[in-house]
């Protein structure tokens, strides 16, 4: 399995802003009330990068050679699948929040504080998830050993 691309990052944070700031913006033209995002929102992001970033660890030290207990490979791959869609989904949910912070940013009229730190938390949590996923997915990497023919393998996921 290939590392996710930085590329891929990028791409989802910048559609996500823009559907922040669209989807804020409309709701505002039509007159219904701007999108707060929840104080805990950040958080909870924050609280789900640190629990994938600790399941990574025993594969982590098994991928190293600093244990010699046997790790499930099938929970290996699961910590993996979940490392690569918490990136993804910290890009997301990042991006989602700079949206409608820069819509809230971007009004003429005084920003109140009830609206701005939650988003502020929430682009936080977003870019914490997002960076706790990639350092997880290095993580069940597996360094690349000698072949048959005295090569390096090259550098692959678990």
Same mark, same amino acid.
């Given at each position: 399995?290939?590392?996710?691309?930085?590329?891929?990052?990028?791409?989802?944070?910048?559609?996500?802003?823009?559907?922040?700031?669209?989807?804020?913006?409309?709701?505002?033209?039509?007159?219904?009330?701007?999108? &707060? %995002?929840? =104080?805990? /929102?950040?958080?909870?992001?924050?609280?789900?990068? #640190?629990?994938? +970033?600790?399941?990574? $660890?025993? !594969?982590?030290?098994?991928?190293?050679?600093?244990?010699?207990?046997?790790?499930?490979?099938?929970?290996?791959?699961?910590?993996?699948?979940?490392?690569?869609?918490?990136?993804?989904?910290?890009?997301?949910?990042?991006?989602?929040?700079?949206? &409608? %912070?820069? =819509?809230? /940013?971007?009004?003429?009229?005084?920003?109140?504080? #009830?609206?701005? +730190?939650?988003?502020? $938390?929430? !682009?936080?949590?977003?870019?914490?998830?997002?960076?706790?996923?990639?350092?997880?997915?290095?993580?069940?990497?597996?360094?690349?050993?000698?072949?048959?023919?005295?090569?390096?393998?090259?550098?692959?996921?678990?």
């Amino acid at each position: 399995m290939k590392h996710t691309r930085p590329s891929t990052l990028v791409g989802l944070i910048i559609v996500a802003v823009a559907a922040g700031f669209v989807l804020d913006s409309v709701l505002v033209a039509m007159r219904q009330p701007s999108i &707060v %995002l929840p =104080f805990a /929102l950040g958080l909870v992001l924050l609280g789900i990068g #640190g629990v994938v +970033v600790s399941m990574a $660890v025993p !594969v982590h030290r098994v991928a190293t050679g600093s244990s010699k207990e046997r790790v499930d490979p099938y929970y290996a791959t699961r910590v993996l699948l979940l490392a690569k869609a918490s990136s993804l989904a910290g890009a997301l949910f990042g991006g989602f929040a700079g949206g &409608v %912070l820069l =819509f809230v /940013l971007s009004r003429g009229v005084g920003v109140a504080v #009830g609206s701005l +730190v939650p988003a502020i $938390v929430a !682009v936080v949590g977003g870019a914490g998830l997002m960076v706790a996923g990639i350092v997880a997915e290095r993580m069940c990497t597996v360094p690349p050993a000698d072949d048959e023919h005295g090569q390096g393998s090259g550098t692959q996921a678990v």
